[in-house]
């Protein structure tokens, strides 16, 4: 398989585009295979390229219901920033921007990480005293951030709603200036020409029907292309996961599945150049723009449980007051398109890598509405915990014990409502 | 949108209600284990499928309810009230309506 570069784009320019080669194989699935990864979404993509680039893992097959990179990491809204607060958090997601920023280079595919800053706009002095307290805590552990005053801030992002009606004031911001965006089917693609370089089979349209397991162990899983046996198995289904933890007679989880929303407008010329949030009251919005000029926003989930890949139509009214409250002129943008994902909700808001009760069983799940900003770390360290059968120190309470040790990770302080972690 | 018949308000958009969880946990007594909180508390079924879950009707009678819906397609297959005593209320209403209604039309 050819390595891209500067010369590569020229010379097949010459040739006509005649030079360039699969992206990677469509192999038909073995029988037998020493990892099993269940979901070629950016987290199972990722755990593959690890464990082969890592840990030497290289008889592993990554299966796919569908297509590769087409449930969550196909809708997404694509931001990523390490501004977390509680202990674990902070450390992972950090681990995973360090990886984002030289993802380009490793994977040898342009993912167009474009650090543009991410700004979290607060509307008090009390929300300007609780970001200086996580930008703080976020400086413990070698992250960083800055606090932006409303002159800063106008000079910055000149286009905010900054009247004296604005429905909600502005007073400054929170900004993590190595936090940005990425384009996330070149993530997934380039996880898996990577993965694929390193001999991995990644097998779309394959769907779990059925899991053969003993009292302790994963045998086999059974496919719609056949039976395949496998030595450890890693559960990567962000969004399904309770159904396959059914299927494994596994019993309950503390997971719930709900749809998140986003939206992208038509294309504008370059009108903003950050990832600018806020959340204040019943509020809760996000947008950046695409480089092909959509202004890509979301907001929240849509309250109720559901495992459709819709969304509703309250939302889209919430989302876009929100849009125009605060950037008033996108008022007479029109929405392209919008869609919906299924998202593992979890009780406290925070992802799971751990072990589970069968002995050879990994899972990867609970990303709630942030997953995709922690594909690279998440990949990174369920490929350690698979490689060697223990959890790094920092995913250490990221298992499904910590309910019952007391140690929930719920970095919004919402308690165990699954639907309060959007 | 979806459209949840309200017991006490009839077919009303589903903006006007808010999820509350599954109805199907049941909490244990108030002595009871631990372990039997932490299911109660942490644990879900999580269904694909037909599933019972609280809704508040709280921009209209703001009573709980209990609806029977399908979490794939979002079809409901039933409401009642939330509290079985409501629920017996507007039942024997039910009744003595039929009752005078049977005496004035005999």
Known sequence: MSRYSAWSVFWNGLIGQKGWDRVWRDPEPKTDYDVVIVGAGLHGLATAYYLAKNHGVNNVAVLEKGWLGSGNAGRNTTIIRSNYMMPGNRQFYEHSLKLWENLSHELNFNVMFSQRAHISLFHSPSARDAAARRYNTMRLTGSDGELWDLDTLKRNVPHLNYGPDARFPIFGAAVQPRAGTARHDAVAWGYARGADQYGVDIIQNCEVTGVERSRSQLTGLQTSRGLIRCKKVGFAVAGNTSRLWRMAELGRLPIESHKLQAFISEPLKPLLDQVVVFGVGGAHFYISQSDKGGMIFGGDIDWYKSYAQRGNLPIVQDVAECATSILPCLGRVRLLRHWAGVTDMSMDGSAFICKTPLDNLFLNAGWNYGGFKASPASGWFFADLIANDRPDPVIVNYDLQRFARGCNIDERGAGPDPKLHG | MIRIPCPFCGVRDHSEFVYGSDASVEYPALDAPAEAWLEAVFQR??????????????????????????????EIHSVRPAHRGVEQALEDEEKVRELSRQRDDP
Do not use: A, S
Not at chain 2, 45 to 56: K, L, R
């Open chain 2, 45 to 74: 079924e999580n269904i694909d499928g037909v599933q019972f879950e609280t809704w508040q009707h709280l921009h209209g009678c703001r009573m709980w309810i209990v609806v029977e819906r399908d979490t794939t397609t979002h």
